[in-house]
């Protein structure tokens, strides 16, 4: 079967040739080829012609050319085209049955299913109860909130089960018909002949929509949907400690289920506004401060900022900019824990501006007195390091 010339290359068309290209193709090589033609050699006239004739008689035909280009010679192998119970299989080989599993594009679990045991008879069930869809909700925080934890109501819309006709979406009252398409299963069957059997594909029903039921008096509420939109309140328990990009689910709050299904379930998603002072670093907390030269140089006490307010913040003498000062405790609480983190607080020392002429006497007054090794270990060290480069 596999040495078979292909029946397009047979009439000297191609694949896309229409109907009448394919018949007056034939009637070309039937001349050419018609035994009482070829008195020379009419045995070779004759099998080419038996060639012509197949080729023709599968390609004239939509149904036959569309399983041709599907499965190639291997649809025509003789293999029967049994009915329920299946076909015969004892007339394709390997390599046809190879041919036929790829072209479907299905895994061999599902092709073995469909060919061997999809035959059989099966009892159609109707479609049970599934759960509704789960939603999603962006939840805004203040960094305060998000570091404290809040307790809030949230409004969230989406579907619920109509309470006036229980979701059947008929008129109080009445009851849906069972579809006379599927039967109530809310599934379509349909059936492909091939070389080695019958393939049985499910689908929705197209008339139902896959409920398995026809509303002929909807309901007044939901007109006939079986759900109504509403936006419900949803309390929330924000905990202290939560982050960016961290979720809360809510068990219940998504969409209605079908067919007496449960409810999909909320997913809360944190996002967090940032802060015009504080970044956070997981549990830690990170904040700038300035202060004066003075202040760095003699040491002072100031006002630090932190989440839970204004503290008093020892400034050591000599403190540089740059310097980070720790302090214990006043982080992010544990998610869920105990304990909270640390803050800490990046000094920054402002350089003076716009001095009188007396305080630029003063600072030039200091600066003369040669007094940068002894106050300034660290100028002194840089200059050491750069004299001993340039010698």
């Not at 085209?81 to 046809?96: F, H, L, R, W």
Request: proline share 5%; with cysteine; hydrophobic share 30%.
């Amino acid at each position: 079967m596999a040495d078979k010339k292909d029946y397009y290359e047979v009439l000297g068309v191609n694949k896309n040739s229409t109907d009448d290209e394919i018949k007056k193709a034939y009637r070309k090589m039937a001349r050419k080829y018609h035994p009482d033609l070829n008195r020379d050699d009419p045995k070779t006239a004759e099998a080419k012609m038996k060639e012509i004739n197949e080729a023709y008689d599968i390609l004239k035909d939509k149904e036959k050319r569309a399983q041709y280009d599907q499965f190639g010679h291997a649809a025509f192998s003789g293999a029967g085209y049994g009915g329920a119970g299946g076909g015969t299989y004892t007339n394709v080989n390997m390599e046809d049955f190879e041919n036929i599993f790829h072209n479907m594009g299905g895994g061999f679990g599902d092709i073995f299913e469909q060919f061997f045991g999809g035959g059989r008879s099966r009892t159609r069930k109707k479609r049970g109860p599934e759960k509704g869809a789960d939603l999603r909700y962006d939840l805004r925080l203040t960094f305060e909130e998000a570091a404290f934890g809040k307790k809030m109501t949230i409004k969230v819309p989406r579907m619920e089960t109509c309470e006036e006709c229980g979701g059947t979406g008929a008129k109080k009252g009445t009851t849906p018909d069972e579809c006379p398409d599927c039967h109530g299963t809310g599934m379509r069957q349909t059936t492909t002949r091939t070389p080695i059997g019958v393939i049985s594909n499910s689908r929705p029903c197209e008339r139902c929509h896959g409920t398995g039921q026809i509303v002929k008096n909807p309901c007044e509420h939901c007109h006939g949907a079986g759900k109504i939109r509403v936006e419900r309140d949803i309390d929330l328990n924000v905990p202290k400690g939560v982050d960016e990009g961290q979720r809360l689910k809510i068990a219940g709050g998504g969409q209605a289920g079908e067919r007496g299904g449960a409810p999909g379930d909320l997913y809360v998603y944190i996002i967090i506004k940032p802060h015009n002072i504080f970044v956070r670093d997981g549990i830690d907390v990170h904040c700038e401060v300035p202060i004066s030269f003075v202040q760095a140089a003699l040491g002072a006490t100031i006002e630090a900022p932190t989440i839970d307010g204004k503290i008093d913040l020892m400034i050591p003498e000599g403190t540089q900019s740059g310097q980070v000062l720790k302090i214990r405790g006043k982080g992010i609480p544990v998610l869920r824990g105990e304990g909270r983190g640390d803050e800490y607080v990046k000094i920054k020392v402002l350089t003076p501006q716009n001095l009188s002429s007396r305080q630029k006497k003063l600072l030039r007054e200091f600066e003369d007195g040669g007094s940068d090794s002894k106050n300034n270990p660290e100028k002194k060290s840089f200059f050491d390091k750069l004299k001993d480069l340039f010698e």
